[in-house]
């Protein structure tokens, strides 16, 4: 299986700052064959369900506001919250589609 | 829109058995990878059980396999996984979620606790 790594564990960001976080995979998750990075980012906040908010490495989904963006590709990803709002206080879960699906272990997001 | 709504999680004995189910609606159910996600209190996700749209394809992890079985019924628009041989380590959420094959996870339920103690 696929492992993913996320970085930090944890993250305190002030209101407005910039919030990064890192996800490496054990080997690529880049599909030669359709040209795409079989990877999404998941926010989950106590008591729900994650909620998906990037696919394909950098596909914002519907309904996503533009401070989150994705990027990355091979083995190196990262999440970027632009100017972190009360409402992103979540964890963040980074997850590989390109074989047997696995998780990285999450990193909460919290307000300094 | 779409709705997946698991039912059947509950308290049981150690080396008990267990049948969750997924009812879904808003979405062509037969054209969709089907998927049990688990999420112990506190603790990060993994994906238990996988299968295709016609049901002749599975995948188990390897904490689960040989114990839970999925399975699907087309006509139902309904998702199962039936638990057996259950362990401490196997109370969790259990959430059913939807995907294109091949694609990322799609929509996902509110999930079923499932709580093994004696």
């Known amino acids: 299986d696929i492992v993913m790594t996320q970085s930090p564990d944890s993250l305190a960001v002030s209101l407005g700052e910039r919030a990064t976080i890192s996800c490496k995979s054990s080997q690529s998750v880049f599909s030669s064959s359709s040209n795409t990075n079989n990877l999404a980012w998941y926010q989950q906040k106590p008591g729900q369900p994650p909620r998906m908010l990037i696919y394909w490495a950098s596909t914002r989904e519907s309904g996503v506001p533009d401070r989150f963006s994705g990027s990355g590709s091979g083995t190196d990803f990262t999440l970027t919250i632009s100017s972190l709002q009360p409402e992103d206080v979540a964890v963040y879960y980074c997850h590989q589609y390109y074989t047997t699906r696995t998780f990285g272990q999450g990193t909460k997001v919290e307000i300094k | 829109e779409v709705q997946l709504v698991e039912s059947g999680g509950d308290l049981v004995q150690p080396g008990g058995s267990l049948r969750l189910s997924c009812t879904a609606s808003g979405f062509t159910f037969n054209a969709y990878t089907m998927h049990w996600v688990r999420q112990a209190p506190g603790k990060g996700l993994e994906c238990v059980s996988s299968i295709s749209t016609n049901g002749g394809s599975t995948y188990y992890a390897d904490s689960v396999k040989g114990r839970f079985t999925i399975s699907r019924d087309n006509s139902r628009n309904t998702l199962y996984l039936q638990m057996s041989s259950l362990r401490p380590e196997d109370t969790a959420v259990y959430y059913c979620?939807?995907?294109?094959?091949?694609?990322?996870?799609?929509?996902w339920g509110q999930g079923t606790l499932v709580t093994v103690s004696s």
């Open positions: 979620v939807t995907s294109t094959t091949g694609g990322p996870f799609g929509p």
